[in-house]
């Protein structure tokens, strides 16, 4: 019995592996664009799993997020773009982002450590706010970030001979650019899981659960909670930094633009809506709200013309309304997300008034 | 008797106007049980909370095994030797029973971040070691059948014996517990008292407010009372309990006119 359900496990597992392995061939079949849209989707989970690590391990709450992704990106696009003249390859600036992200991570964490709940969320907002406005204004005196021009002609991810952003034949098969990028994504998801679920599972896993339980009986029972919070800060920092490098990388353009407050809602949407704390839960949270909109985009514009054989409303309204409504209604009827950690499922059902 | 385990010298901790300790002196043998009693508001929860660093004292030092370790965090008094648990229970409800005394084992455990990512073979046996210490202590307390459930649905006397096997689990020198009987019914307490009497026969000391007489009659080979923060009186439970001091504190005083 039990070995037949861990044959089916491990079909499952096979199943999703060739899924995803097939996916960008037939995505690219409906037009690159899909393939694109991937890759951002992709992007968004990197992100969702750093901020897991954030808000539903350690339960600090930070609605500053992106600011890590911005500090990636423009890491990025400074060490390898004709701005500075300056072109480290891929391999070398990937980990400089997620280090200097980090870093970003312990200069927020710092200040914020005596805070919790709603103060620590205003703070953060704050601190995404103040990345962004610095990005947009230090073109003067020196010019560093290009301000709101934002930074072009950024290399594309580089190994070796091998160009991510090329269309090559490869073993007979013709592969784009965009699906080249799929793949690194995919590989680079597949460590940052790995990474998650063993330090989930882990002394320094545990050590977050005790702080987001209680904090003081935590710092009784022997554990530093200001190193264990600023750990959690920056890894959750580093792994945004990793996916604003490779956004960087992807786009060749970037600008404080893409670093706005809604970018950090957006991605606590996808945390909360998937689990807070549950990595799967927050694959797909993460999964849902980067496709939806854009099968959403694709589709009602059509749908309208053939109804009424005009556009009545925007895409743009129409997705952010879907939107809206798909976040109450979890919020109504999975309230834990909709596929919740264990430990939340309990935390919220104790808490539901009998 | 060789030098004490505890050693606390004019301890006091003041709150705006409220004076709630003034110099509080004391000190714990190894193996004892030191009670700690007084009438309501006599400040038995502060002093605990100043030795287990939750308060940093206006006055006063004291040092544990000769180390002084006035004011530092409550971590760092953990690493040194002192576990407590607290009067209204501090459990992580929503974890479960095993997790939370695993969580008592971050203090003697070594295993960081790349440890944890690269899951090294030392990793794996310190985190297969951790989770047989903890088993062993919820066996000690007598609630490994629990182990996987919720630590927020057990009942109260469970959660009292895990808090205690959580704090166990840290290696304390000396135990804190503040009011372990709560809420207890006789024979609850009664079993308490035969887990504390073996937690000492483990070679650990064990300071503890109560406000059950009995137990702490039974339980402790010398009791300290506080009354308005102050020191009243200390020495074994008979003595104390027939000094006047100590009586009019609990009764009040006698009529004088």
């Excluded at chain 1, 393939?35 to 339960?59: M, S, W």
């Excluded at chain 1, 949270?285 to 109804?307: D, K, M, S, Y």
């Excluded at chain 2, 040092?63 to 690493?79: F, M, S, V």
Aim: hydrophobic share 50%; proline share 4%; glycine share 10%.
């Amino acid at each position: 019995m039990i070995r037949s359900r861990k044959a089916w496990v491990w079909l499952g597992v096979a199943l999703i592996a060739a899924t995803l392995l097939l996916l960008p061939f037939a995505l690219s079949q409906a037009g690159t664009a899909w393939v694109r849209i991937a890759n951002i989707a992709l992007l968004y989970v990197l992100l969702a799993l750093g901020l897991n690590i954030v808000v539903g391990f350690a339960g600090l709450l930070d609605l500053g997020y992106i600011a890590f992704y911005a500090v990636g990106a423009y890491a990025y696009a400074l060490l390898a773009s004709p701005h500075f003249g300056l072109h480290l390859p891929f391999w070398a600036i990937l980990p400089i982002g997620a280090v200097v992200a980090a870093a970003f991570g312990v200069m927020l964490g710092a200040p914020t450590l005596k805070l919790r709940g709603d103060y620590l969320a205003i703070v953060t907002l704050g601190f995404g706010e103040i990345v962004r406005i610095f990005l947009n204004n230090l073109s003067q005196p020196v010019n560093i970030t290009r301000g709101p021009q934002g930074i072009a002609g950024i290399d594309p991810a580089r190994i070796g001979g091998f160009d991510f952003s090329r269309t090559d034949t490869l073993l007979g098969a013709v592969v784009s650019g965009p699906m080249k990028y799929y793949y690194l994504l995919l590989a680079l998801l597949l460590a940052i899981v790995i990474v998650n679920v063993r330090l989930q599972n882990s002394r320094i896993g545990r050590a977050w659960e005790a702080i987001r339980e209680d904090e003081v009986a935590a710092r009784s029972m022997g554990i530093d909670t200001t190193l264990m919070k600023l750990l959690a800060f920056a890894m959750g920092a580093s792994f945004g930094g990793v996916a604003g490098g490779m956004f960087a990388a992807i786009q060749g353009f970037i600008s404080p633009e893409s670093f706005v407050l809604v970018e950090s809602v957006m991605v606590v949407s996808m945390v909360v809506l998937g689990g807070m704390g549950n990595i799967a839960g927050v694959i797909l949270g993460a999964v849902l709200l980067a496709f939806v909109p854009e099968i959403l985009r694709w589709t009602v514009e059509p749908a309208q013309r053939a109804l009424f054989g005009r556009m009545l409303v925007e895409p743009e309204v129409i997705r952010m309304l879907i939107f809206g409504l798909a976040l109450v209604l979890v919020m109504l009827f999975r309230p834990a997300g909709l596929l919740p950690s264990a430990v939340r499922k309990r935390e919220l059902e104790a808490e539901r008034p009998t | 008797m060789s030098a004490p385990l505890l050693e606390a010298k004019q301890i006091g901790k003041r709150f705006g106007g409220v004076q709630a300790l003034s110099g509080v002196s004391f000190s714990i043998g190894r193996g004892e049980i030191y009670g700690l009693i007084g009438p309501n508001g006599a400040g038995k929860t502060t002093l605990f909370n100043v030795l287990t660093g939750i308060y940093s004292p206006q006055g006063g030092t004291f040092a544990l095994a000769g180390r002084n370790i006035t004011g530092l965090k409550p971590d760092r008094i953990a690493a040194a030797g002192i576990a407590r648990t607290f009067q209204n229970i501090r459990l992580f409800a929503n974890l479960s029973v095993l997790e939370n005394v695993m969580i008592g084992r971050h203090l003697r455990t070594r295993t960081g971040v790349v440890g944890a990512i690269l899951r090294t073979r030392r990793v794996l046996e310190e985190e297969r070691a951790i989770e047989k210490r903890a088993l062993e202590l919820l066996d000690f307390v007598g609630i490994r059948r629990r182990a996987n459930d919720a630590a927020g649905s057990l009942p109260y006397g469970d959660q009292r014996r895990l808090e205690i096997a959580r704090a166990l689990a840290t290696e304390p020198k000396l135990l804190a517990l503040d009011e372990p009987a709560a809420g207890m019914n006789a024979s609850e307490t009664l079993a308490l008292r035969r887990l504390l009497d073996s937690i000492r026969g483990g070679g650990t000391t064990i300071l503890l407010i109560e406000h059950d007489m009995r137990l702490v009659m039974n339980v402790c080979d010398r009791v300290l009372v506080l009354d308005y923060g102050e020191r009243i009186a200390e020495g074994p439970p008979a003595e104390v309990q027939r000094d006047p001091r100590v009586v009019e504190a609990y009764l009040g005083a006698p009529h004088a006119a």
